[in-house]
T-cell receptor, first 110, second 113 residues
């Protein structure tokens, strides 16, 4: 079983839709969880990070972590064409060795 | 002003050659990284340096040698390039070794012919 599993998509939604992106993981030693967004031919940029189970909201984005189920989610409300990108989950412990998911490619159609 | 800059952006070379990629960050971070993203977009850490000291050295062929002359710079030298080395290489930096908030450069697309 891979440490981090993420459905690569692609995922195509109409503008204004709610998007749900998910990752599962197997290593219970992971302490913090992140979502990165990567536009084509660019480096990943950090969207959100959290240490604990529960929800964290930032504008149209909500990150959710369920440590008991080893499951994390990113919700995007009122999705925009500018949200079209690849979304990578990442998680790590104290050693600085982040493990990334393979990324989900999202396309938001006008 | 670019936070993490790496050069060159594109690198096309023949098998067997030696090449280098340079990275500089102006964020004042103490930790820098090299990541490799393969054709399937899988992003994997190669090395990390904290204050010029090697911290993480994943299972990478010893043809890859990172060098950190100071904490703002981390270069990657690759000897005897192979076809399988073709990928996008990203430099990143963070404050602290946990690597929580990584700032990535825009990547170097390496193509080995």
């Amino acid at each position: 079983q891979k440490e981090v599993e993420q459905d690569p998509g692609p995922l195509s939604v109409p503008e204004g839709a709610i998007v749900s992106l998910n990752c599962t993981y197997s290593n219970s030693a992971f302490q913090y969880f992140m979502w990165y967004r990567q536009y084509s031919r660019k480096g990943p940029e950090l969207l959100m990070y959290t240490y604990s189970s529960g929800n964290k909201e930032d504008g149209r984005f909500t990150a959710q972590v369920d440590k008991s189920s080893k499951y994390i989610s990113l919700f995007i409300r009122d999705s925009q064409p500018s949200d079209s990108a690849t979304y990578l989950c990442a998680m790590g412990g104290s050693q600085g060795n982040l493990i990334f998911g393979k990324g989900t490619k999202l396309s938001v159609k006008p | 002003d670019t936070a993490v800059s790496q050069t060159p952006k594109y690198l096309v070379t023949q098998m067997g050659n030696d090449k280098s990629i340079k990275c500089e960050q102006n964020l004042g971070h103490d930790t820098m990284y090299w990541y490799k993203q393969d054709s399937k977009k899988f992003l994997k850490i190669m090395f990390s340096y904290n204050n010029k000291e090697l911290i993480i050295n994943e299972t990478v062929p010893n043809r890859f040698s990172p060098k950190s002359p100071d904490k703002a710079h981390l270069n990657l030298h690759i000897n005897s390039l192979e076809l399988g080395d073709s990928a996008v290489y990203f430099c990143a930096s963070s404050q602290g070794q946990q690597g929580i908030q990584l700032f990535f450069g825009s990547g170097t697309q390496l193509s080995v012919l």
